[in-house]
């Protein structure tokens, strides 16, 4: 018999299991984010972890597997939401003229804060550690306010007059006084109001 037609059958064979166990690692850390995204956002006091895990549909060891500590799932949940807020800004711009996708981009903005506000103990431990880098967290965010601004003034539907900083402190200022998710309809009243201030106004 021949040893090395059957070493290579079970390669085969083994090769799409193995890919099948990567595609089942990666849906359930997808889910643990996305669940953990979810907790955070809608809750006053940080879940624990087997909560998400069992909100997840998944076991703690699974958890554990692929976030080991607290802090490296809050590590994950913030680095995805900013990368959903940058790379946002230009998906928006895709789809909706600028004026639209800055009012859209907002609301991403409001849900960023609300989830940063359910995982702030961890979170800002976290920065005073300087295992996340806020600052650069703040440039990228910036950024991505700054790309809206420039196609919406070149489109004739933005002021020129009014800088990113201006709108990150005014969304800042909104989301304080009107925390999602339990004042809803309020930032949403707010929001509409300094759209309605940001709009060029035509002679």
């Given at each position: ?16 299991d ?7 690692a ?21 879940p ?23 802090e ?15 790379t ?6 895709d ?21 940063k ?15 996340i880098?806020?600052a650069?967290?703040?440039t990228?965010?910036l ?5 809206i ?18 709108i ?32 060029l106004?035509?002679?």
């Open positions: 018999m021949d040893d090395r037609s059957t070493t290579g059958a079970r390669s085969v064979s083994a090769e799409p193995s890919r099948a166990a990567r595609a089942d990666a849906r359930n850390r997808d889910q643990l984010l996305a669940v953990a995204t979810r907790l955070f956002a809608s809750g006053d006091t940080e624990s972890l087997r909560a998400i895990a069992r909100e997840a549909g998944v076991g703690i060891a699974t958890l554990y597997r692929h976030f080991p500590t607290r490296s799932l809050v590590d994950a949940v913030y680095r995805d939401q900013v990368a959903r807020l940058t946002g800004a230009h998906d928006l711009l789809r909706l003229p600028p004026a639209a996708a800055m009012r859209r981009w907002m609301d991403l903005f409001g849900d960023w804060i609300a989830t506000n359910g995982m702030l103990d961890t979170l800002l431990a976290m920065i005073e550690a300087g295992e880098a806020h650069r967290t703040r990228e965010l950024a991505a306010i700054t790309a601004l420039d196609a919406g003034r070149a489109a004739g539907e933005l002021r020129a007059d009014v800088g990113a900083e201006d990150a402190a005014a969304l800042i200022g909104i989301f304080t006084v009107a925390p999602r998710p339990r004042h809803e309809a309020k930032a949403g009243r707010l929001l509409d109001l300094l759209m309605d201030g940001l709009r106004t035509r002679p």
